[in-house]
């Protein structure tokens, strides 16, 4: 190889065997595994199998239950495939290009497209895509933090290493492929936290252990129930009818859909303020978190510098006159064409002044640390590291006074410039002598305008907040200082930070703020406050990144952070508004507290339904219902109302403990349920000249009665639309058996006035049962306790703010 670069054949030839930058670098899952996640449930099974049997007696009026199946697959598959094409046209969007020299001339090409040995050209800007070593350098620096979180950018000279992942911002150089592919610095860092995993849910859990819970006991029930099916029919076909009704009655079919479409619609709401969400049940885990460990860079910061003050020293008479120092910097960022970002910060604030015709100039260099310029009429200027200009300054009482105001600064992590006049114009490359200060210039990183704000949210809420960051732990907490998080004037250095999981754990339950922070202790950080019950949420960026966001319980990453970060996040914040945090969470409880709310109508219909096939197959007597019973009974008192309920507005604060009081609730009125339909089925069936299908339509009377209160209950309070919504499912089920062509389709003929009264009269009985039990017994219902509710300034911390009083701003510079 030349310095014409490789030639088109040597190119080809390093492709055939596998040395190029082209591996696969999957931005989510893939469909197949989408779908096979959605499709492949206890749920599905237990349903499928239940509806095969419905289909092969040919009765598909008892077969309804089957588009709850395909309808919550289906919620699921959509909502993941439409997150997946959004981060698969972002990579797209975001792919990178190199330029590389081929055969003797430049041409520019995907990155993924290098090859080992390639001679890339880097300049200004370019993400550089392969691990390298530098062959000629101009002031080349580049940006590592996504690669290492440390902010400051790095020199680089001529036989340095650099590496896939980090940016040009200063200089440009020429460098040679060192590794490609999957053996780049960047895939490797990365590689381990590719393997997707759901993220914990502790809705999903609960459910699921119903299901499974379900699961065993219907074997035992399911021969119980068909051999007195089999007994108490005369066919066979009416024996698997009542058999399969007391089988799918006992599956919370609706409680999986309806968490299905209230997750989704939370994920399209999101998807309104650019929050991407990659995984349904991520909404509930934000919701959860009560540790969130935030970036500082790209997360709390932008990334980029801003002018934070400029203090004037005390000029001195006899060595240099007053000068306007805003002038002067003007000029100074006018006379580099490639500022570095300090400079660049100064230039945003000081346009160039007229009449400076620049004579002179020295650019800026990482390795010197200071630039310089001559102006005709003006004077010649320096502008560097004060460590640097200060050793060449003079007369000491200035130079001393310089250094108590340098220190000032520094000492609170903020970054710290002087600006020198020289006397004796300037010297070319050399740093002239006998400078004199003329004014202290203090940077500080650019603030995202939403942070202090949402730390402050987050504060209300009883979330800690962690920053942790790759850059100086001073530097770190000034930044978290400036955005008002809890502990930051005791910044940690993660240098000494222990090794053993609990000693760790100790360390963070004490401490806010971490700087020198390495990838690896990121993920050990999480995996320590874990180990003490918190529910941790990481923000990122960067490739450094990845391990810590995929072992968090909840990731989030910036929409301008590398593919790697945003393939195994959960969340994608594709406008990099660290502010929509709030709305985050206050969607997620919405979802957790009307989907437990909801949860109690659908287990109870699960107890009633097993405590029914129990007592109907110890007493080996017909079923009280047949499937299409229970899809009317189930459609007015559960599935319509509890959509409406699962997507009403609720602020109520998300707690552990999800099964336990749903159960609580759900095991007595299922039992109350069970047994006023046992009663008046049994009144029914005892009187003469009642046929089955009469004595079946009193049970379904009875156990209408008894739900429907159950659901006016869990409704409360009943504001008028939630009234509205109760009343309208009793008049939908007096519609029903109103109608002949509905009594006919659902098997409902009307019994006698004697036993519809009896019918109602049960029911009502085994509602106030269950009203008394939750008002004496303490069957705890979640939400309706004013306790439960959220403050209402969580739901928008600047309103709060407003009506408070308070007034959150960035603090002044001292």
Same mark, same amino acid.
């Given at each position: ?257 309806? *968490?299905?479409?209230?997750?989704? +619609?939370?994920?399209?709401?999101? $998807? &309104? =303020? @650019? /929050? %991407? ?122 130079? *001393?006074?310089?250094?108590?105001? +340098?220190?000032?600064?520094?000492? $609170? &992590? =903020? @970054? /710290? %410039? ?83 999981q609990e000693a760790l754990a100790e360390v963070l339950d004490t401490h806010s703020v971490f700087g020198r922070v390495t990838p690896q202790q990121k993920r050990a950080m999480v995996h320590a406050l874990q180990s003490r019950g918190h529910v941790v949420a990481m923000t990122g960026d960067g490739v450094n990144d990845t391990l810590a966001l995929k072992d968090a319980d909840v990731g989030v ?15 994608v914040l594709l406008a990099n508004d660290f502010g929509v945090f709030p709305s985050v969470i206050t969607e997620g409880r919405k979802v957790i507290a009307n989907v437990e709310r909801v949860a109690n109508l659908f287990l109870t219909k699960t107890f009633y339904a097993l405590m029914l096939a129990l007592a109907i197959g ?197």
């Amino acid at each position: 190889m030349s310095a014409t670069g490789l030639t088109s054949a040597e190119v080809e030839a390093r492709r055939l065997d596998g040395r190029s930058n082209d591996v696969p670098d999957p931005t989510s899952r893939t469909i197949a595994q989408i779908i096979r996640a959605n499709v492949f449930t206890p749920f599905n099974a237990l349903l499928g199998v239940l509806l095969v049997v419905i289909l092969a007696i040919r009765e598909p009026a008892d077969g309804l239950f089957g588009i709850v199946l395909v309808a919550n697959a289906l919620i699921g598959i959509v909502q993941e495939v439409r997150a997946k094409r959004s981060l698969d046209r972002l990579a797209v969007l975001n792919a990178p290009r190199s330029t590389v020299r081929r055969d003797g001339a430049e041409q520019q090409i995907a990155s993924k497209d290098l090859v080992l040995d390639d001679i890339v050209v880097l300049s200004l800007g370019d993400q550089i895509a392969v691990d390298a070593t530098v062959l000629e350098a101009s002031g080349l620096e580049v940006d590592e933090s996504l690669l290492t979180g440390e902010a400051d950018p790095v020199a680089k000279t001529d036989g340095d290493p650099v590496l896939s992942g980090s940016f040009v911002v200063a200089g440009s150089a020429e460098v040679r492929a060192t590794a490609v592919g999957e053996n780049s610095y960047a895939f490797r860092l990365s590689s381990e936290a590719r393997r997707f995993s759901l993220v914990r849910s502790e809705l999903r859990t609960g459910i699921d252990r119903v299901i499974k819970l379900v699961s065993w006991l219907m074997v035992p029930t399911a021969v119980l129930l068909v051999s007195s099916q089999l007994a108490a029919h005369d066919g066979l076909v009416g024996a698997i009818q009542a058999s399969v009704a007391g089988l799918v009655a006992m599956v919370p079919e609706g409680l999986v859909l309806l *968490t299905s479409i209230a997750f989704a +619609v939370g994920a399209t709401r999101l $998807a &309104g =303020r @650019r /929050v %991407l969400t990659q995984e349904l049940a991520a909404i509930e885990g934000l919701a959860r978190v009560d540790v969130i460990c935030l970036d500082k860079t790209g997360t709390l910061t932008e990334g980029s510098l801003t002018l934070g003050l400029i203090e004037h020293l005390e000029p001195m008479a006899s060595t240099a006159p007053a000068v306007d120092v805003a002038a002067v910097l003007g000029a100074l960022g006018a006379a580099d064409p490639h500022p570095n970002p300090s400079l660049a910060a100064i230039v945003a604030a000081h346009g160039p002044p007229a009449g400076w015709d620049r004579t002179d100039t020295v650019p800026f260099s990482s390795a010197r640390k200071w630039s310089a310029a001559a102006f005709a009429d003006h004077g010649a200027f320096v502008l560097g590291a004060p460590d640097i200009l200060l050793d060449c300054a003079a007369p000491a009482e200035a130079v *001393t006074a310089a250094r108590h105001r +340098v220190d000032h600064y520094a000492s $609170a &992590g =903020r @970054r /710290v %410039l002087i600006l020198t006049a020289s006397p004796a114009g300037l010297t070319g490359e050399t740093l002239p002598a006998g400078l004199v200060p003329l004014a202290v210039i203090v940077l500080d990183e650019a603030l995202r305008p939403a942070a202090p704000d949402t730390i402050a949210y987050f504060g209300r809420q009883g979330v800690t907040v962690k920053v942790i960051s790759g850059d100086s732990p001073v530097t770190v907490g000034a930044v978290a200082t400036r955005v008002g998080v809890p502990g930051a004037e005791d910044p940690i250095d993660a240098r000494t930070l222990p090794t053993d999981q609990e000693a760790l754990a100790e360390v963070l339950d004490t401490h806010s703020v971490f700087g020198r922070v390495t990838p690896q202790q990121k993920r050990a950080m999480v995996h320590a406050l874990q180990s003490r019950g918190h529910v941790v949420a990481m923000t990122g960026d960067g490739v450094n990144d990845t391990l810590a966001l995929k072992d968090a319980d909840v990731g989030v990453a910036m929409g301008s952070g590398s593919s790697a970060a945003r393939a195994v996040a959960r969340f994608v914040l594709l406008a990099n508004d660290f502010g929509v945090f709030p709305s985050v969470i206050t969607e997620g409880r919405k979802v957790i507290a009307n989907v437990e709310r909801v949860a109690n109508l659908f287990l109870t219909k699960t107890f009633y339904a097993l405590m029914l096939a129990l007592a109907i197959g110890v007493a080996r007597i017909p079923f009280p219902f047949i499937p299409r019973h229970f899809t009317i009974i189930s459609s007015l008192t559960i599935g319509i109302p509890g959509f409406f309920l699962a997507l009403a507005p609720n602020d109520r604060r998300a707690r552990s403990g999800f099964l336990t009081r749903v159960l609580r609730f759900a095991i007595p009125s299922g039992l109350i349920a069970a047994v006023a339909v046992l009663v008046a089925f049994g009144i029914a069936r005892n009187e003469t000249g009642v046929t089955l299908d009469e004595a079946r339509t009193v049970a379904v009377m009875t156990l209408f009665v008894v739900t429907v209160w159950v659901l006016s209950i869990l409704s409360r309070p009943l504001e008028l639309w939630r009234i509205a919504l109760v009343g309208a499912m009793v008049v939908g089920f007096i519609g029903a058996l109103s109608f002949e062509v509905f009594r006919t389709y659902f098997a409902l003929p009307l019994p006698g006035a004697a036993l519809t009264l009896a019918a109602i009269g049960i029911g009502a009985i085994g509602a106030a049962l269950i009203e008394l039990g939750w008002r004496l017994a303490g069957w705890h219902l979640p939400g309706l306790d004013p306790t439960d509710r959220a403050d209402p300034e969580d739901a928008n911390p600047k309103d709060a703010d407003r009506r408070s009083g308070r007034i959150v701003t960035e603090a002044p510079a001292p």
